[in-house]
């Protein structure tokens, strides 16, 4: 087997940390169930830390990546920021929900 090159086991290892903080984010928007406990569990201040942190990286590494790192981080980041707002759309309406449910049953007291 043929050994990487110190630039090819760095892009390989740069797509992992890539990946690694989409997964994390994608578990803590409740997208993806958490291996540890196989449920799906939802924290959404976390996962805006996980974004934060990949937006992070972009910025550190702008003018370093190549054509392919940069359409990744761009298309992950993309993707995330999407299902971030999604996710915070569904929490206000379920907060909503939960409001008038509460106010309903005021009324019928």
Same mark, same amino acid.
């Given at each position: 087997?043929? !050994?990487? &090159? *110190? ?25 993806? #169930? ?15 830390? &996980? ?6 990286? !972009?910025? #550190? ?5 190549? #054509? ?9 980041? @993309? +993707? ?6 999604? *996710?915070?759309?569904?929490? @206000? #309406?379920?907060?909503? +929900?939960?409001?008038?449910? !509460?106010? *309903? ?5």
């Amino acid at each position: 087997m043929n !050994k990487l &090159s *110190e630039d090819q086991k760095n892009a390989v290892l740069f797509m992992q940390l890539i990946l690694t903080f989409q997964g994390a984010a994608m578990q803590q928007m409740g997208k993806i #169930k958490n291996p540890l406990t196989d449920k799906i569990e939802r924290d959404l201040t976390q996962a805006a830390i &996980s974004i934060d942190m990949l937006d992070m990286i !972009k910025q #550190k590494t702008a003018g370093n990546l190549t #054509k392919e790192e940069q359409q990744l981080i761009d298309h992950i980041l @993309s +993707e995330l920021k999407l299902n971030y707002v999604d *996710e915070l759309d569904r929490e @206000s #309406k379920d907060k909503g +929900e939960k409001k008038e449910r !509460k106010d *309903e049953n005021k009324k019928k007291e």
